[in-house]
């Protein structure tokens, strides 16, 4: 019985691993955050699987069912719709529960948005603050921001297009307008784009 943990490409269908392909191949089931996006990928690589929605929506008792499948000598893998799982998504509960259930977990390694961006930026990668999505409340947002921007650390962050000139203008408030920023939009894919420059200069954008 063991929980594969899966990367999925976050943009072009080819950024996956030829282990992580061998793995859907040959576990019982694929857990997934959205099936139908689980499934183009799979009919791309020509896989057929049950699988399980397991989304941030998904109570305790689809977490119960996982783990007793896995516990009848199953292999299940665990995917997200796009990058790896278990960063800004609800894959972390389900690995806790399966290590408090006495089951292997083996994470692979594969795509992930923050370190392609990261790598990709020119920022300073040698320390790295994760913050994922900020808080849906501005002055929630801007003391998670103001408590990043103490750090020596470059600072990623998972945005929406909607709302990437919202939190700008927070990255100028708490951190200050020359502060510097890249913008990672559409990795892997044709659009693929960066925009680099200070806080203000990328907002003014």
Known sequence: MTLYIVPTPIGNLSDITLRAIDVL?????IACEDTRRTLKLLNHLGITKSLYSYHGH??????RQIIQILQ???????????????????????????????????????????ITGLVGSGLPTDRLFFIGFLPRRAAR??????VAATTEATVAIYESP???????????????P????????????????????????????
């Open 58 to 63: 998904s109570g305790p008792g689809r977490v």
């Open 72 to 114: 009848s000598n199953k292999q299940i893998a665990l995917v997200s719709d796009a990058g790896t799982p278990g960063l800004s998504d609800p894959g972390t509960a389900l690995v806790q529960a399966a290590l408090e259930s006495g089951i292997s977990v083996i994470s692979l390694p594969g795509a992930c948005a923050a």
């Open 25 to 29: 191949k040959t576990v019982d089931a």
């Open 141 to 146: 947002a801007k003391r998670v921001l103001t």
């Open 178 to 205: 020359e502060t510097p920023v890249v913008i990672a939009r559409e990795l892997t894919k044709v659009h693929e784009e960066f925009v680099r420059g200070t806080a203000r200069a990328v907002r003014e954008r």
């Open 162 to 176: 909607y709302r990437t000139v919202e939190t700008l203008g927070w990255i100028i408030e708490v951190a200050g």
